[in-house]
């Protein structure tokens, strides 16, 4: 057997290994795994089945669609289809693509899959997400026939603004890197790239009139080498040199637009300017004796505004976009206060302190973007001292930045940390890549909400969509960028995408699962999914056991239980992997999954604690419904520190199945819980907390989970044998908007049925 042959087979095993789920109605989306997902889907009988002979017949609106089309069946199917241009497309070609001028929000199109017919109709960027959709329900496999699965599907995007950004600077991504970031964004409906070319660390865009900027600016690698002073010391392995001509950056522009992503150049300023100043040193702040004392910040000079305006005239010639990005985040102002232009700036312009400096520096780069008709974006450090008048906002700073300009009338692209932020790791730190801390996982990304409940409808409408960030410092090549953002990615496409109703958090998860075929047919080397049940785990049992399956086949494990982290030099096995162990004492299961797809390996640990729980009131009598709970404000973050404050609200918790938290308004609510859990029936029962909430919980004064707020804990859960009896019960939340629709815990059986709070929750 050929290697690409083995391949092909590998590709259909991975479809069907994700595909066998067990349900007696197969649900529509496990068939139909698009993401993000439409706004209408229902599922036709039968399919469409794709050949050579098929035409793909288009208006001449669509036909560079057309085109887009055919060429991914070239490249991805071997399938070479004929394409006509139609002034009316006839009902008997195979694959119809048509424009309409439909009002519906921009990208809205229809997408219907008939045993004999596809057709695809939209307005401006709709035809080509319809063709997007049509490509997810093409199979990963190229083994023919190429079934599609006969549907209709009506859909639009939530919101205007899908974004991710990518930072050239700390370590610079070739154009053909940044193609395939664009087709992949593309896929998912991604619609905005944020192309982050200028920083400390790298000037990475040609400017003709100030050749220094790429010829020395541009070359990180070489100056860190000579020893002469850049500050390259958080690039992981000293960064690489390189920039886009002029005629790259037009050929990238021209690539996007026609996939309907458009690029926002971000160009830094006043801070995050150390290659600019590196190349052209008078553009550096001063101090009063004349030198340089840092070389980050710019100087407010009329010299520095003569050259930011120069560059930003040569942007704006190359950039159709209607945004330009200045940056304006962590700029060192205090430098300001030592710098004899920035003082005698102040005192002429009345501005009262650095702030005043950074508004005033903001503030005339925006008039001069306006005269040039471009609107200016910066990130949330713009708000300081005044923000400029029709400036939009980049929220990074947490949401505060963004609620406020939204407020205040400013259109807002939501970019919190730690959401919204890929260049943390996706799991456990230790057994990740280097990344900044803490830990974003999907869900974590997925169940963000960019429209905060703090601003009313009128408010709200001026959030303008959310967006992905990644920075690079510790992101040397394009096979780990890919690792960093996908899956992650898919999240951001889905929650800017679809409608806050028509998120589902495990339809998602299957779906995404069944992305790793097509992540294989593009090369893109998207992290791979946990190992489900790798949880740390508090348990009465004497034995350990448990099944470790994984979603993709072709997937193999290697395990310890003694504490060492397994590595590819011991043996693997395929799953599923029962493990079944006695348990006399607590136990690390260490686990260390690979592919047969891919070159990547993930590392899960998981304690499993021994616990004692013996302490039943079986004489307790006069128990009422419901847990009592206090619900606390504070700052505080450790639960242990909260039983000297008042608290704002005695009262019994709601029971009500799933068990939510009480609404918050923005701050740090703690709840604190107490009462009894009433078990009718000896047997095994497994409790569980949403995945974001920092719980701790206790029956019987045992510890059953501990997560501290703000800290990453991988999933915990408690498996207990528990007597028919009544145990005493205490737990703490703390939560926030973000997390306070995740259920705060639940109690099942060994059989996996979930039981009513309202039949076990009780107080005295
Ligand atoms: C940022 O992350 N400094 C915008």
Not at 22 to 39: E, G
Not at 119 to 137: D, K, R, T
Not at 204 to 221: C, F, M, S, W
Request: glycine share 6%; hydrophobic share 40%; net charge neutral.
């Amino acid at each position: 057997m050929n290697r690409s042959c083995k391949k092909n087979i590998f590709l259909k095993y991975i479809v069907l290994a994700v595909s066998c789920i067990c349900f007696s109605i197969i649900p529509v989306w496990a068939q139909i795994h698009i993401i993000p997902q439409p706004l209408h889907l229902t599922a036709q009988k039968g399919n469409f089945i794709l050949t050579s002979k098929a035409i793909i017949g288009v208006d001449q609106q669509s036909e560079a669609v057309g085109t887009y089309l055919q060429n991914y069946l070239t490249q991805y199917y071997k399938l070479n289809l004929k394409l006509k241009v139609y002034p009316h497309v006839p009902t008997t070609v195979a694959i119809k693509l048509v424009s309409n001028n439909s009002k519906g929000a921009q990208g809205a199109y229809t997408l219907s899959v008939a045993p004999g017919s596809v057709n695809i109709s939209g307005n401006g960027a709709g035809v080509f997400y319809g063709v997007q959709s049509l490509i997810e329900l093409l199979p990963a496999s190229i083994i023919k026939p190429l079934k599609i699965t006969a549907c209709k599907i009506a859909d639009e995007p939530r919101f205007q603004w899908r974004g991710l950004s990518l930072d050239v600077c700390r370590h610079f991504f070739t154009v053909d890197e940044v193609k395939k970031y664009i087709d992949i964004m593309a896929h998912y409906k991604l619609n905005v790239l944020h192309w982050h070319l200028t920083d400390d660390e790298g000037w990475r865009i040609q400017i003709d009139k100030y050749p220094r900027l790429t010829e020395v600016g541009a070359k990180v690698a070489l100056y860190a080498k000579e020893g002469k002073f850049r500050k390259l010391d958080n690039l992981i392995d000293g960064g690489n040199d390189g920039f886009y001509t002029k005629a790259e950056i037009r050929d990238v522009i021209k690539y996007a637009q026609d996939r309907f992503v458009t690029i926002l150049p971000e160009i830094e300023m006043p801070g995050h300017s150390e290659a600019a100043i590196f190349a052209y040193p008078e553009l550096g702040c001063q101090d009063s004796t004349g030198a340089k004392h840092r070389v980050r910040m710019l100087d407010p000079s009329e010299h520095t505004f003569n050259f930011l305006e120069d560059v930003l005239t040569e942007v704006i010639g190359l950039f159709p976009n209607q945004y330009i990005h200045i940056g304006g985040d962590e700029a060192e102002m205090i430098d300001w206060l030592k710098s004899p232009t920035a003082v005698t700036l102040m005192k002429k312009e009345g501005l009262k302190d650095e702030k005043g400096v950074q508004s005033y520096f903001i503030k005339r780069i925006e008039k001069f973007l306006i005269s040039k008709n471009k609107k200016l974006v910066g990130w949330d450090e713009i708000l300081q001292g005044g923000l400029a008048e029709s400036a939009t906002v980049m929220s990074w700073q947490g949401e505060a930045g963004g609620i406020a300009a939204a407020k205040m009338h400013h259109h807002v692209v939501m970019t919190p940390l730690p959401y919204m932020y890929f260049d943390a790791p996706q799991a456990n730190e230790e057994l990740e890549p280097i990344g900044w801390n803490p830990p974003v996982t999907w869900q974590m990304v997925y169940n963000y909400e960019p429209q905060s409940s703090q601003l009313t409808p009128a408010e709200a409408a001026y959030i303008l969509g959310a967006q992905g960030n990644i920075w690079t410092e510790k992101i040397p090549n394009a096979p780990h960028l890919e690792y960093m953002v996908y899956p992650r990615a898919l999240a951001i496409a889905e929650l800017s995408w679809s409608t806050k109703e028509n998120k589902d958090i495990d339809r998602f998860d299957y779906k995404m699962k069944q992305q790793y075929g097509l992540f294989k047919l593009w090369d893109l080397n998207a992290r791979l999914p946990d190992i489900v049940g790798v949880d740390h785990i508090a348990t009465n049992k004497e034995q350990f056991k448990t099944t470790l399956k994984y979603p993709l086949l072709g997937a193999r494990l290697r395990y310890t239980l003694d504490g060492k982290m397994p590595d590819d030099k011991i043996q693997s096995v395929p799953f599923p992997v029962t493990i079944n162990v006695p348990l006399r004492e607590s136990l690390t299961l260490k686990t260390y999954t690979t592919w047969t797809l891919n070159s990547q390996h993930i590392m899960q640990t998981a304690n499993i604690r021994r616990i004692n729980i013996n302490a039943a009131k079986e004489n307790i009598t006069n128990l009422k419904p419901g847990l009592s709970y206090k619900l606390i404000k504070t700052k505080e973050i450790n639960y242990a520190k909260l039983d000297t404050i008042t608290p704002a609200i005695t009262a019994v918790i709601n029971t009500a199945n799933p068990m939510v938290l009480p609404v918050t308004d923005g701050d740090i609510t703690w709840v604190k819980m107490n009462g009894f859990i009433k078990i009718d029936q000896e047997g095994d029962y497994e409790f569980t907390s949403g995945f974001e909430l920092s719980p701790a919980l206790f029956i019987d004064n045992e510890p059953l989970m501990i997560k501290d707020k703000n800290t990453y804990v991988e999933p915990q859960k408690a498996i207990l044998h528990l007597k028919k009896d009544i145990y005493e019960f205490s737990g703490y939340y703390s939560a926030d908007d973000a997390n306070s629709k995740q259920t705060l815990f639940q109690l099942k059986t060994a059989d996996g049925k979930l039981l009513d709070p309202q039949t076990y929750l009780f107080h005295l």
